[in-house]
């Protein structure tokens, strides 16, 4: 099995900037799709962004375009999510997940709050 395990949430003041970070364990393959989901109170969790293990075919909402950037370390075994030009509509519990073609996996969430 995969294990996941989110860092770096916070509060933030609007137009400033995060870093959260996804630990992984276990064997990564090329071929996983990594990603950032978010859910805030009273709605539903929504995708952010996505990328493959490979680094190729990064893949993000159109309310984080240009603003979010996603990326991963092969060494750490980790995959970040930038968050730049933050607005308080950002705020929620970030999720990460792991589509290995079988399996679906999912951390246990990280707290971004947006507030001046």
């Known amino acids: 099995q995969v294990q996941l395990e989110e860092s770096g949430g916070g509060l933030v003041q609007p137009g400033g900037s995060l870093r959260l970070s996804c630990a992984a364990s276990g064997t990564i393959f090329s071929f996983y799709v990594m990603g950032w989901y978010r859910q805030a109170p009273g709605k539903e969790r929504e995708f952010v962004a996505a990328?493959?293990?490979?680094?190729?075919?990064?893949n993000y909402a159109d309310s984080v375009k240009g603003r979010f950037t996603i990326s991963r370390d092969i060494t750490k075994k980790t995959v970040y999510l930038q968050m730049n030009t933050m607005e308080p509509e950002d705020t929620a519990v970030y999720y990460c997940?792991?589509?290995?073609?079988?399996?679906?996996?999912w951390g246990q969430g990280t707290q971004v709050t947006v507030s001046s």
């Open positions: 997940n792991v589509q290995t073609g079988r399996n679906n996996y």
């Open positions: 990328i493959r293990w490979s680094g190729s075919s990064p």
